[in-house]
């Protein structure tokens, strides 16, 4: 069982729009900020989006995130085939010492 | 370029104990937080360890604590996990990941390929 909550599964056609979900608690996205992770099949996973909204060098801008209260949501747009692949949120969690929670994942279907 | 080459998996029974090591490269490795991350076959990704740039601050997942310890070499640019007591459930590719900035509450930018560890009898 994960600390944050995602759909297990997500789908759309080619240049839809979707979304994906996080939810977590006061401890963690209420308070820190969010970052999502991609991870193709077979491969590491990659950061996505961290800080909530920021895309790292090279991540194209169909991309973008958001956060309000202590939920989060991943957006993909103008979908493609090659964005099929698991997908993650994080945060940092102030309980006890701190520490990272994961989402479960979601596995993103591109019809 | 940024590198993190994981080393030391293989199959062990449940009980012994088994050292990963992740070497660095292509960055200021004193300069950075890492993490372990591991993942489960077919699962999610879990958070394991992490140390901060200078050892003065190290974490732990509660499924580890006790059992597994996290440490660094900033002179050989190299991340550690010592895992002692091990159970079937510690099964999973573990991966060596880099923080963002030198603490430990900064996202991962980015990941080794991981190493396989196994645990069976």
């Known amino acids: 069982q994960s600390v944050l909550t995602q759909p297990p599964s997500a789908s759309g056609t080619p240049g839809q729009r979707v979304t994906i979900s996080c939810s977590g608690s006061s401890s963690n996205i209420g308070s820190n900020t969010v970052n999502w992770y991609q991870q193709l099949p077979g491969t590491a996973p990659k950061l996505l989006i961290y800080s909530n909204n920021q895309r790292p060098s090279g991540v194209p801008d169909r991309f973008s995130g958001s956060k309000s209260g202590t939920s989060a949501s991943l957006a993909i747009s103008g979908l493609q085939s090659e964005d099929e692949a698991d997908y993650y949120c994080?945060?940092?969690?102030?309980?006890?010492?701190?520490?990272?929670?994961f989402g479960g994942g979601t596995k993103l279907t591109v019809l | 370029e940024v590198q993190l080459v994981e080393s030391g998996g293989g199959l062990v029974q449940p009980g012994r104990s088994l050292r990963l090591s992740c070497a660095a490269s292509?960055?200021?490795?004193?300069?950075?937080?890492m993490h372990w991350v591991r993942q489960a076959p077919g699962k999610g990704l879990e958070w394991v360890s992490g140390i901060s740039w200078n050892s003065g601050s190290i974490g732990y997942a509660d499924s580890v604590k006790g059992r597994f310890t996290i440490s660094r070499d900033n002179a050989k640019n190299s991340l550690y996990l010592q895992m002692n007591s091990l159970r079937a459930e510690d099964t999973a590719l573990y991966y060596c990941?880099?923080?963002?900035?030198?603490?430990?509450?900064?996202?991962?930018?980015?990941w080794g390929q991981g190493t396989l560890v196994t645990v069976s009898s």
């Open positions: 990941a880099k923080g963002f900035t030198m603490v430990r509450d900064a996202p991962f930018d980015y």
């Open positions: 994080a945060a940092w969690d102030d309980s006890l010492n701190g520490s990272w929670v």
């Open positions: 292509g960055f200021t490795f004193d300069d950075y937080a």
